[in-house]
């Protein structure tokens, strides 16, 4: 029983910035996968990036590359995601999300959007 809130969504202007934030909460298994995704009206949800408990590289998605990163604090069971230099293509409701590996549990908060826009 795990629950995701997440934080800092809004209205920014294309090439502005934004960090958004989830606070997991509950039964966490300490080895698992924090992250984010997004959907758009009319579009697939997709992967934005995420990032393994153990540490390592993070996982980004192709259009995002360069310009977002993604970040945690395991002893705070927190993920960040600095967004830079936002295109009014990446507007859309950001979902964070919390994956155990082997178990095959997915978690998923409620979502946060993020709108850009002049």
């Known amino acids: 029983q795990v629950q995701l809130v997440e934080f800092g969504g809004g209205l920014v202007q294309p090439g502005g910035s934004l960090r958004l934030s989830c606070a997991a909460s509950?039964?966490?298994?300490?080895?698992?996968?924090m992250g984010w995704y997004r959907q758009a009206p009319g579009k697939e949800r997709e992967l934005v990036a995420s990032?393994?408990?153990?540490?390592?590289?993070?996982n980004y998605g192709d259009s995002v590359k360069g310009r977002f990163t993604i970040s945690r604090d395991n002893a705070k069971n927190m993920v960040y995601l600095q967004m830079n230099n936002l295109r009014p293509e990446d507007t859309a409701v950001y979902y964070c999300?919390?994956?155990?590996?082997?178990?095959?549990?997915?978690?998923w908060g409620k979502g946060t959007l993020v709108t850009v826009s002049s």
């Open positions: 999300n919390l994956e155990v590996p082997g178990l095959g549990r997915v978690y």
């Open positions: 509950g039964s966490i298994f300490s080895i698992n996968t």
């Open positions: 990032i393994w408990s153990g540490g390592g590289s993070a």
